[in-house]
């Protein structure tokens, strides 16, 4: 959520600055201003008119202790209307602030300076390319042929016991996923991340909190009874473990890891881009998150990008890094570098991973500041990276480690899995 304060101060900025993610609705942000403005003017009156009930009754006291009855009474008749005259305004200035905040929530962060215009995935910029992209055989395979070439992902029973998008994960394949997420766990302990366990369902306000809502409710698996959520990222439980919390500047950066099935609708998407391990309504994902001072978020952005870039060149898949453009940025993000790897065998690129540096924007739903150096109360920023997601690491490791013999499986990964082929 962007702060008020700053929208009211900065109106034409805010403007050029959300119109690089395509948005235009200025008389939105004009409304947030005039509300404020409306807010802040109930919120004088209410407190000129409690000051002056205050001074009466002061005023009242003092007259009672002089004896002076006659006069007390007078002032007491001319105040008596000042409580409800303070009730209508309270009642007035809670409509005015949920109007206000139903407005708000509805602008999207601020994207970076260094964020590009454009309108769609087409327009994101190449930030730089690693790798050598292998030249398969021409009777290689997709991935999707690949899982039931060897029997380790069975996608046809995924969709007997629940239905498309949940697949089956059988002997190596299960294996190697849970290689793949020990594997993901014990490199970001290692540099650093405290590991937790978190919910997999959360309530409304942590959905809000970290953006999801009101902005992705038809991406998300809704639980109607207890109105919880299922959660389409660790990011979301993990972010809300510091909601509502003041934390101390010497804490910063703080650092979490954590593994989480991970749930999301997508809906309405058909073809090859979807099929096999593509695009799934569950997968496993491991997540990174962090708080820290609003001084190091960007250098700590790139610290997050060039790790998980560490992970895919141990797994030797050939990646490139992708800086969002504005039509393709999350509604929450400031700047987003996009991690996709090479599938040699559909020929294009697949997301692996995003990370994300949100500022202010999460923060200041989640209540979540620090005092600085000079006492002054600010908010932390929040950034969070997967690190990695793994239902297409998986399905790149399969097409572009392909031979005659079986899929080899990458030196680093078979102390975790215990065997070096899938034959």
């Not at 009242?60 to 004896?67: A, F, K, N, P, S």
């Not at 290689?140 to 996608?155: P, R």
């Not at 890094?321 to 090479?342: I, K, Q």
């Not at 005092?371 to 793994?390: D, P, R, V, W, Y």
Request: hydrophobic share 40%; aromatic share 8%.
């Amino acid at each position: 959520m962007l702060q008020l304060n700053y929208i009211r101060e900065n109106r034409d900025a805010v403007i050029e600055r959300l119109a690089v993610k395509n948005f235009k609705d200025v008389e939105l942000i004009d409304e947030v201003i005039a509300l404020d403005e409306s807010r802040r003017k109930i919120q004088n009156e209410s407190d000129a008119i409690a000051a002056e009930a205050n001074a009466a009754a002061k005023q009242i006291g003092d007259l009672m202790r002089q004896g002076k009855k006659e006069e007390a009474e007078a002032v007491k008749s001319k105040s008596s209307g000042y409580k409800e005259q303070v009730k209508e305004l309270t009642e007035k200035l809670a409509e005015v602030e949920q109007t206000l905040q139903d407005k708000i929530v509805q602008l999207p962060n601020l994207p970076h300076t260094s964020v590009p215009t454009g309108v769609s995935a087409d327009d994101n910029e190449v930030v730089l390319e690693h790798g050598v992209v292998p030249t398969l055989a021409e009777e290689a395979l997709s991935h999707w042929e690949l899982l039931s070439k060897y029997d380790i992902v069975d996608l046809e029973l995924g969709v007997k016991v629940t239905g498309a998008g949940f697949p089956v994960y059988k002997g190596k394949g299960a294996r190697l996923q849970r290689a793949l997420i020990n594997f993901f766990l014990d490199q970001a302990v290692e540099a650093g991340y405290n590991e937790v366990q978190v919910p997999l369902l959360v309530n409304e306000a942590s959905a809000f909190a970290t953006g999801q809502l009101p902005d992705k409710e038809g991406q998300m698996y809704h639980v109607g009874g207890d109105d919880f959520y299922l959660i389409p990222t660790a990011e979301v439980p993990v972010t809300n473990l510091y909601r509502d919390t003041i934390v101390k500047e010497e804490q910063f950066p703080i650092k979490h890891c954590a593994y989480t099935p991970c749930f999301r609708r997508e809906a309405g998407s058909y073809g090859a881009h979807v099929r096999g391990l593509n695009r799934l309504h569950q997968f496993d994902k491991v997540e990174t998150v962090q708080l820290v001072h609003p001084d190091k978020s960007y250098e700590v952005l790139e610290e997050m990008s060039a790790y998980i870039q560490g992970l895919l060149q141990q797994l030797e898949l050939p990646y490139r890094v992708l800086r969002l453009c504005g039509g393709d940025m999350s509604f929450t993000s400031a700047l987003t570098y996009d991690m996709e790897v090479f599938s040699a065998a559909q020929q294009r690129w697949l997301e692996v991973s995003s990370v994300s540096n949100f500022e202010t924007y999460q923060s200041n739903r989640l209540k979540v500041r620090f005092k600085n150096e000079n006492g002054k109360m600010q908010f932390a920023h929040t950034l969070n990276g997967s690190a990695l997601a793994l239902p297409r690491i998986v399905a790149s490791i399969l097409e572009n480690n392909q031979t005659e013999k079986g899929i080899r499986i990458p030196a680093v990964l078979v102390p975790y899995t215990g065997f070096e082929w899938i034959d």
